[in-house]
């Protein structure tokens, strides 16, 4: 599976496949046009089949794709095989938000321990996940083979955290914080980051007047 | 200002030009070529010119842009100057986190009211925004102009506060509940979904063998 010359934007668009995919499969569809599905996500049939020649060879000419085998073709694109772990910074709101209502599992990530100051909740765990003091990070990072690290701290600490987890050659890192991290990362880890203001603001151009 | 051939791709660049300029402005840069532009948000200047040249003519062949219009120009095109008003259904973990963390405001977006059964909270203030009962939904939404509706509540919820969104005539619709509404809204309302999983998944990708 040559991953090269994929773009941002088939990226982008693979975990919708995958969602999208999920779906038909609980609904009980067993197998489904490139059409169909084009016109199910929103894309033609030819961008579909662009976007997953990017990867391979899936379906057949006549029959279309198999929803089951796609599916797992496309998690095992995502690297959802692949075991990855995660730890988290920050149990406020948004931290208490994604440890319980936020099924980590469901997308191949194990979500081992999360980091928070607040003396009233180190040492206890949510939703299955201990809670250590951030004192302890760096050797539960050195001790653990981590390969994700969700920052959902305060904007004013995200950069040390962040600065913490590329010295601890932690691969990527999914930033809540809504600020830029600023890392000397030499390519080494990919920093996702979430800015809820760009999605309220599409909606709120969509619904503008004219 | 035509938006009739507008893409979604462009859509969703928008927010990120206004984030960007917003950080030059931020950081007292008066003007900006769209090559620096363009070399900041990882586009191309062609990309930038075609982008920006769907809304109207701006900046000067030889100057560049004038950071603070743009950012202004900008800002009208996401309709923030609208005073659109908002109300959230749900004050679990994630609801807490947009409203006492996320700043509606910046965003040009008045967040009037929140609901949620919890009779703890329900009749207290959050962050300012007054918590009411959903029993009150219907009449609040009749009383008062609500353009964006929130829905932070459980999965099992979110169509039943979907629905009365549409009834009401609330025009965008922004969904944490990662499910799909499945509402008739006649195209007169706007969903925009937010799905964290496809965040994550992305980051997953990137940080997969090849």
New interface residues.
């Given amino acids: ?4 010359k994929v773009s941002n ?1 088939v ?2 668009r ?3 496949y ?2 999208h995919l999920t ?1 038909l499969q609980t609904a009980g569809v067993a197998r489904i046009s490139s059409n169909a599905l084009g016109k199910a996500m929103g894309f033609t049939a030819s961008q579909i089949r662009q976007d997953l020649s990017c990867f391979g060879e899936f379906g057949q000419r006549g029959y279309g794709y198999s929803v089951e085998k796609l599916r797992d073709e496309v998690a095992d ?4 095989n ?1 075991g ?1 772990t995660a730890v988290i910074f920050g149990v ?3 931290g ?3 440890i ?3 099924n ?1 599992g ?4 194990r979500l081992l321990a999360a980091f928070d100051v607040d003396p009233r909740i180190v040492g206890t765990e949510l939703a299955g996940v201990p809670i250590l003091h951030p004192d302890s990070a760096r050797a539960f990072l050195t001790e653990n083979h981590v ?2 690290g969700v920052i959902t701290v305060p904007k004013g600490n995200a950069r040390d955290v962040g600065r913490l987890l590329v010295d601890c050659g932690v ?2 890192i ?1 930033n809540f914080a809504n600020v ?1 991290l600023d890392l000397d990362t030499s390519g080494n880890t ?1 920093v ?1 980051n ?17």
């Fill in positions: 599976m040559r991953k090269t934007a990226i982008r693979m975990p919708r995958y969602r779906e694109i995502l690297g959802m692949e990855h406020g709101n948004l208490r938000a994604l319980g209502n936020f980590f469901k997308n191949g990530v390969d994700i691969r990527g999914w830029e990919v996702e979430v800015h809820f203001a760009d999605s309220l603001l599409a909606l709120s151009y969509m619904i503008s007047e004219e």
